[in-house]
């Protein structure tokens, strides 16, 4: 059974930082893309970052780029994102998910979390 647990979400004020984790089981690591999305109250979900499992190749959405980090520890199941210089436009529950193809598209994606919130306050 594939799960993938978000961990991490909070209270932040403007300016800090958090780091969320994600644990992915029952999938092959190696053949999945992994991305962190974020869906803010009465918009549409974003995709925030994307690994792609077959070259290593990293994005970020410009509204992160210099503030996010993906990163993956060495077994390659759990996933982080490092938030940094945080805004009130950051806030938002933030989910991970995986697929099997090219790249993270939002809309395509076979497995996602539940999702974490994280809420930075002005």
């Known amino acids: 059974q594939v799960q993938l647990v978000e961990s991490g979400g909070t209270l932040v004020q403007a300016g800090g930082f958090l780091r969320l984790s994600c644990v992915v089981s029952?999938?092959?690591?190696?053949?999945?893309?992994l991305g962190w999305f974020r869906q803010a109250p009465g918009k549409e979900r974003e995709r925030v970052s994307c690994f792609s499992a077959g070259d290593g190749s990293i994005e970020y959405a410009d509204s992160v780029k210099g503030r996010f980090t993906i990163s993956r520890d060495f077994s390659l199941t759990t996933m982080y994102l490092q938030m940094n210089s945080l805004k009130p436009e950051d806030t938002a529950v933030y989910s991970c998910a995986a697929h099997i193809g090219l790249g993270c598209p939002t809309t395509l994606m076979d497995h996602w979390g539940k999702g974490t919130l994280v809420n930075v306050s002005s």
């Open positions: 029952g999938l092959n690591v190696y053949h999945n893309n």
